[in-house]
């Protein structure tokens, strides 16, 4: 099956500080991508939506000058939460949609568990 | 407003038991239901999907159940091993044309536990 990776898989920050956070479609070309957020025993969060070489769209109430999102080629997005705050302690997951499949099959990363102390 | 609502937020299945967990939908324009499974710590898994115009689909020891009328689709796990114990997602999202990239929508997630 379609494989996408994320890295890093944990990341320890102090607050104030800038984490990068990517996201890899291994063996296929991801023309979208997908930004969630999850907490603890909940479902996934969409954050926002990655086009290559466009612009993100962001979901209501998600700060895109916090969550700054580049999808730079169609293999590669990357999530950088700025200025980080205890308040974005959370696991962030990514997807990637199959450009070529016929539906919308999208596979997701391992996701990155984000601590900011 | 919930898009897919899923039922039960929790079940608790004998080995060899068979798991049913449940989703119901209201907008006609999606076409497309992925489930998805999820353990701890990790990414969601792509389980199985099927499209309306099929009423059932099955992969191994899962199956999906399609009922176009009623708006509700399901996932059975025949034979549950404690390995299948997880978080399961159902999810819809619509065709993939002009501004619509194919976002998935969610249900909330039922926790199934397996017991040996």
């Known amino acids: 099956g379609a494989v996408v990776s994320q890295h890093p898989s944990r990341v320890i920050c102090k607050s104030g500080t800038s984490v990068k956070i990517e996201c890899r479609s291994l063996d296929f070309q991801a023309t979208t991508m997908f930004w969630y957020r999850q907490f603890p025993k909940k479902s996934l969060m969409l954050m926002a939506t990655s086009n290559e070489g466009s612009k993100a769209t962001y979901e209501q109430g998600v700060e895109k000058d916090k969550f700054l999102i580049n999808h730079a080629s169609l293999t590669l997005s990357t999530l950088t939460v700025t200025s980080a705050h205890p308040e974005d302690s959370s696991f962030y997951i990514c997807?990637?949609?199959?450009?070529?499949?016929?539906?919308?099959?999208?596979?997701f990363g391992p996701g990155t568990r984000l601590t900011v102390l | 407003q919930q898009q897919v609502k899923q039922s039960p937020q929790s079940l608790i299945v004998q080995k060899g038991g068979i798991s049913i967990i449940n989703c119901a939908y209201e907008n006609t324009a999606f076409d497309y239901f992925p489930w998805y499974q999820q353990f701890p710590g990790k990414g969601p898994a792509l389980l199985i999907a099927?499209?309306?115009?099929?009423s059932e689909k099955k992969e191994g020891r899962f199956t999906i159940s399609f009922n176009k009328s009623a708006k509700q689709f399901s996932l059975h796990i025949m034979d549950s091993q404690p390995g299948d114990s997880a978080t399961y997602f159902c999810?819809?999202?619509?065709?993939?044309?002009?501004?619509?990239?194919?976002?998935?929508?969610f249900g909330r997630g039922t926790q199934l536990t397996v017991w040996p």
């Open positions: 997807s990637a949609r199959d450009s070529l499949a016929g539906y919308n099959e999208q596979f």
């Open positions: 099927i499209r309306p115009d099929v």
């Open positions: 999810a819809a999202s619509m065709p993939i044309r002009g501004s619509t990239l194919g976002r998935l929508y």
